[in-house]
């Protein structure tokens, strides 16, 4: 399917998209959905609706709809370079380049015991070449003040000192993935644990204000029943003052003025 694309579009600094983005409309993905329903009855355990055989029969717009099938090899191209599923950091030694640092012990006459106990400081190293970039630097402003046609040497020894120096940062990269991996997930870890706190928190002013409700109900209650009492109390005293007036009334009679208590 890549073969049918112009020689030029893969190479261009910004290529335009592949000319088969036209076949992927809804229309295509229905009808090619139908067709994987109608197949699969006939599709043994061994086979797939994605296989070459079938691919065939599809018609041409709803080929370049199959996703392809993952690299066999471990190697796959992408817009005209070749890449390789498993990236892994060559050597300074298979490039013809001279490593300034030293490597991990893995001769034979090695003990697992002296294996274990070596140890690679990448900062003292890192450190060290940078040293020696400075240094090879200045010796480079010595040798075009005094001699500017041998700059050929000090340019490449600072073109190794750079290799080396990155190459090293190179190798970092498994470690920091995996630091970058742990403090994304304590990260996660502390924001679910403040969400935990946040709840227990809402939790506790709601049972607050649910026992503050409860108490205030009760206080309510209790003053209603004051009140009652207080009344039944007032409407006796209002009473028992009314009919001592209206005997002292008859005892007495108009003479006296009955008072309002």
């Known amino acids: 399917m890549t073969d049918q694309q112009q ?10 998209p592949p000319p088969f983005y036209k076949h992927f409309t809804s229309q295509n993905l229905a009808r090619l959905k139908e067709l994987q329903q109608q197949a699969e009855p006939n599709t043994t355990a ?3 609706t994605n296989s070459p055989s ?3 029969d599809l018609p041409p717009e709803l080929r370049f709809l199959i996703p392809p099938e993952p690299p066999s090899l471990g190697i796959y191209k992408s817009f005209g370079d070749q890449y390789n599923i498993n ?5 300074l030694a298979s490039q013809s ?3 300034l640092y030293p490597t991990r012990p893995s001769t034979p006459t090695t003990t697992s015991t ?3 106990e070596w140890t690679f400081d990448h900062a003292h190293h890192l450190r060290t070449l940078s040293k020696s970039l400075l240094l090879n630097f200045l010796e480079l402003i010595g040798t075009l003040s005094i001699n500017p046609e041998q700059y050929g040497r000090k340019i490449e020894d600072l073109r190794t000192v750079f290799v080396n120096m990155h190459h090293l940062i190179n190798e970092y990269r498994p470690h920091q993935a995996r630091e970058t991996l742990i403090g994304m997930m304590e990260e996660q870890v502390e924001r679910c644990r403040g969400e935990v706190k946040g709840v227990r928190e809402m939790r506790e002013k709601v049972e607050g ?9 009760a206080v ?3 003053g209603v029943e004051v009140e009652e009492v207080e009344e039944r109390k007032g409407r006796r005293r209002r009473e028992e003052d009314r009919r001592v007036w209206e005997a002292l009334e008859r005892e007495l009679g108009d003479g006296v003025e009955q008072q309002d208590v």
């Open 97 to 99: 380049i001279p490593q």
């Open 209 to 217: 204000i649910l026992e503050g409700l409860g108490r205030g109900g």
């Open 54 to 56: 079938h691919l065939l």
């Open 114 to 116: 002296q294996a274990s």
């Open 87 to 91: 990236d892994i950091l060559p050597t």
């Open 7 to 16: 020689p030029g579009a893969i190479s261009a600094a910004f290529p335009a």
């Open 46 to 48: 061994t086979e797939s």
């Open 220 to 222: 309510g209650e209790e």
